[in-house]
């Protein structure tokens, strides 16, 4: 039994070192807090691949800002308002299923519409918090290949976590700095880095 004890202390220390020893609750986090790796100079910044029109951007913005409301909502181990915004991002997306773009915008936008309305579904659709993350995880990675390529308005944060997953490691895009992990939530909620800037 003693061994035991010894054993499990060593993986719960291993697994704080791997978060840069955040392992605190969403009760006591301040939102202006962030931890990562590196300074806000050697942090790359991703321009946007492709110009687009104003109706476009204004689409493209609407879709990342419903995804982040889902990623807040998995931090915040809200599942019921994570199918909510999940509802909300597939409504957004219907609500323009009659428009089309220009040709380098609708090209675009036909590599990742369909990903988006099925992952999204995934989520709105279930309230297993878990099913929700590992949807949430695919359409993390359609979501940075659609921003990177589009941009947004305001900038996007990737940030990453490599304890996600039994410590495959799993990345998500917010609006700030801050970490709010939605992989583990208030367990592990300042677990990860930032990675990346994206921008139009």
């Known amino acids: ?112 519409k369909g990903n988006i309305e099925e992952l999204s579904r995934a989520i709105e659709t279930t309230e297993d918090i878990e099913k929700q993350r590992q949807a949430f995880e695919d359409l993390s990675n359609v979501m940075y290949e659609f921003v990177k390529a589009v941009g947004t308005a305001e900038p996007l944060y990737k940030s990453y976590c490599p304890m996600a997953f039994d410590g495959k490691g799993a990345m998500w895009l917010s609006e700030t700095e801050d970490i709010a992990n939605p992989y583990y939530g208030s367990s592990m909620y300042r677990c990860g880095s930032v990675q990346e800037v994206l921008k139009r």
């Not at 054993?7 to 969403?26: D, H, P, Q, R, Y």
């Not at 689409?59 to 019921?80: G, K, P, S």
């Open 1 to 112: 039994m003693k061994n035991l004890f010894y054993v499990m202390l060593f993986v719960s220390t291993i697994a704080l070192m791997a978060c840069n020893g955040e392992n605190a609750s969403k009760d006591n986090h301040a939102h202006n807090e962030h931890e990562h790796n590196m300074s806000n100079e050697e942090i790359p910044v991703l321009k946007a691949e492709i110009e687009t029109d104003s109706l476009f951007q204004i689409h493209a913005d609407a879709i990342t800002h419903f995804y982040t409301h889902i990623q807040t909502a998995l931090a915040d181990d809200n599942a019921v308002d994570a199918s909510t915004r999940a509802e909300q991002l597939v409504s957004h997306m219907q609500e323009y299923s009659e428009i089309q773009f220009g040709d380098k915008e609708q090209e675009v936008y036909n590599q990742y």
